[in-house]
């Protein structure tokens, strides 16, 4: 299994119930699948820099997750009709990006321990 990082920019002006709900079903997709997600980040909604399908806002959101390869196909597929979602961006991480993202997992694994 590889692992993808993941951007996805959401419509807007969807109520928040809406997006968690419209995230949930991305979720469910890659886990029923075979699956795994690493990492989600909601990155807030921001101005785009352009617009996209009459859209000036987004709701952007960062997943890093590992799956095989044929699950981003139909992942891809579910973007494209799929209403909520606006522009999306798969990319499968190298083993650099790969190493340094399990150190980052690493050091923030150990952050809460050193608080405490």
Sequence with gaps: MNIYENIVIL???LPDEEITAS???IKDLIVNAGGEILKTD???RRKLAYEIKKQNKGMYVLLIYKTPPATVRKLE???KVFDPVIKYMVIKLGPKQV???ESLQAAEAEQP???A
Excluded: P
């Design 99 to 101: 190493k340094h993202f």
């Design 77 to 79: 597929e579910f973007y």
């Design 113 to 115: 321990k050193s608080e």
């Design 42 to 44: 909601m990155w807030g």
């Design 23 to 25: 995230l949930q079903k």
């Design 11 to 13: 419509d807007a002006a």
